[in-house]
């Protein structure tokens, strides 16, 4: 009998202390460079996208890797590499966790779109309240101890 999966997640993590590091003329080698981490993994990309400060992915997550490894792998791997990048010289690492909410497959074109969108949602919307918003949607008690620190 074969085993079927359909694991999709919206990752969003963020740069160290939320500082706005990342040129966005230069971005594209990142989303490179995680792309090719996601599939080493086994796993898809469907999209990503991100500002200055923070980066959303929409990904399956291969059954044969946990979600923990998985970011541990992104953010570490993409921190190394970022710091030797002469483009991103103000990065000094990502923030402490993450956010990774599962998606249905219903709901996942309108996940990537919004994912695709990013530059235009946030000239309305800042980061902060687009996190705060995502989190209250699905139900996340938010720890304000914590929260963006």
């Known amino acids: 009998m074969s085993s079927y999966r359909q694991i999709y997640y919206h990752i969003i993590f963020r740069t160290k202390k939320s500082g706005k590091i990342l040129p966005l003329s230069h971005i594209e080698k990142l989303f490179a460079y995680i792309f090719g981490i996601i599939k080493q993994k086994g796993c898809h990309l469907y999209r990503i996208n991100g500002m200055q400060d923070h ?5 399956d997550l291969h059954p044969s890797i946990s979600l923990a490894d998985f970011m541990r792998e992104i953010k570490t791997s993409s921190s190394v590499w970022l710091k030797q990048q002469t483009e991103f010289s103000d990065f000094k690492g990502w923030a402490d966790g993450y956010a990774a909410l599962t998606v249905s497959y219903g709901d996942k074109d309108d ?5 695709k969108n990013q530059q235009n949602h946030h000239q309305t919307e800042s980061f902060s309240k687009e996190f705060r918003r995502l989190l ?13 620190k």
């Open 111 to 115: 996940v990537l779109n919004y994912i």
């Open 55 to 59: 980066i959303h992915i929409l990904s």
């Open 136 to 148: 209250e949607s699905e139900g996340i008690d938010i720890d304000e101890r914590y929260f963006l």
